[in-house]
Structure formats: structure tokens, C-alpha cells
């Protein structure tokens, strides 16, 4: 199914949404999950609770590029689910990497201003993001928004892990010179 076709159904208010969506998107859904949360269970239970957040916000909201807004869903409550268990005691400190690793190159947060400023923050990282060959794209969404391994992220581009590691400090140093040209606090 089309997601146009998937997304009528939720402004249809037709059950039958939810269950197109997990059968197109589930195991892209479990996939975001896991690479943070590293535990079966968790990741499925974020998997049905994006589902159940997709259907509480569909309509009013109509998502251009579907799929990318089921991930964020899934990779913030992903996150949220980490923090909330204690990165200590589970998850192989992975997120704890993938965080240190983008120290440099995202804002550092702070009261309300930074509230105010993300919508600013947002294009000028996205317009970042453009700046990058689209291999170098490619990679630092796998590795830091679908939280890939670098392993994992060797194997889908066929590259070693010095490359890819080469790779991503690039394009996390170009993102960083980026965004403090456009007056973004790092």
C-alpha cells in the first residue's frame, strides 16, 4: 500500500492504518528501535507505541515523507525509554557513544531559548546535512539518527571501518564549521 493510501485510512479513522503501517514500516520501526535500546522487548513495545502515537496525531497532521516521521517518532521515544531505565545498568553504552561522538557539531542545551531556536536549528542542520556528499549523508543518518553501528553501517556501504569512521568525522567536523557559521551555539 501507497502511504497516501495508508495515510487516508488515518484521516478515515480505519483501524486498518495501524496494521498497513506495522506491515510496511514495523521492521524499519524495529530497527531504529533496537540499534538504541539493544532489548527485544523494549523495542517492540516503542514500535506499538509509535503506532499509537501515529494514530493520535494523524489527523490533524499529514506527513510528507511518512516513513522518516514514524523513525523520529520512534527514535525520540526510543531515547526517551533509555534515559528513562538508566543508560548504567543496560544497552551496552552504544547511545552513550553515538552522543559523545556528535558533542561537537549539535547545540548544547539549555532554558528556553533553545526551545525557541529549533525551528532555526533544525533548517540550519538540515541545510548542513545538505552540504554533504551524499554518501557522507547517508552514513551520519544511519549512524546518528537510525543509530546504525559503525559495523553495520561498513556492511551496507561495503567500506572498511577505517573509511567509515573517516567518513563520519568529516562530515561531523563539516556539519560543526556549518553550523557555527550560521550563529548556531555549539
Not at 150 to 179: P, Q
Request: net charge neutral.
Amino acid at each position: 500500500m501507497e502511504d497516501h493510501e495508508i495515510l487516508d485510512l488515518y484521516f478515515n479513522r480505519k483501524e486498518e492504518a495501524i496494521t498497513e503501517t506495522r506491515n510496511k514500516y514495523g521492521l524499519r520501526l524495529y530497527k531504529v528501535c533496537i540499534n538504541i535500546l539493544r532489548a527485544h522487548e523494549d523495542a517492540e513495545e516503542i514500535v506499538s507505541d509509535t503506532l499509537l502515537k501515529a494514530w493520535g496525531v494523524i489527523p490533524p497532521n499529514r506527513p510528507e515523507k511518512f516513513g522518516a516521521y514514524l523513525a523520529k517518532i520512534a527514535r525520540n521515544l526510543s531515547i526517551n525509554k533509555w534515559q528513562a531505565r538508566g543508560a548504567a545498568r543496560r544497552g551496552g553504552g552504544e547511545i552513550n557513544l553515538l552522543l559523545s561522538e556528535l558533542e561537537d557539531c549539535i547545540p548544547a542545551q539549555g532554558g528556553p531559548e533553545v526551545e525557541y531556536e529549533s525551528a532555526r536549528v533544525q533548517e540550519a542542520i538540515n541545510a548542513g546535512l545538505a552540504t554533504l556528499d551524499k554518501s557522507a549523508r547517508a552514513a551520519f543518518v544511519l549512524r546518528y539518527f537510525h543509530g546504525e553501528s559503525i559495523k553495520d553501517v561498513c556492511e551496507r556501504f561495503d567500506m572498511s571501518e577505517s573509511k567509515v569512521k573517516s567518513i563520519l568525522f568529516r562530515a561531523r567536523k563539516k556539519l560543526g564549521a556549518y553550523l557555527e557559521k550560521e550563529g548556531v551555539a555549539l
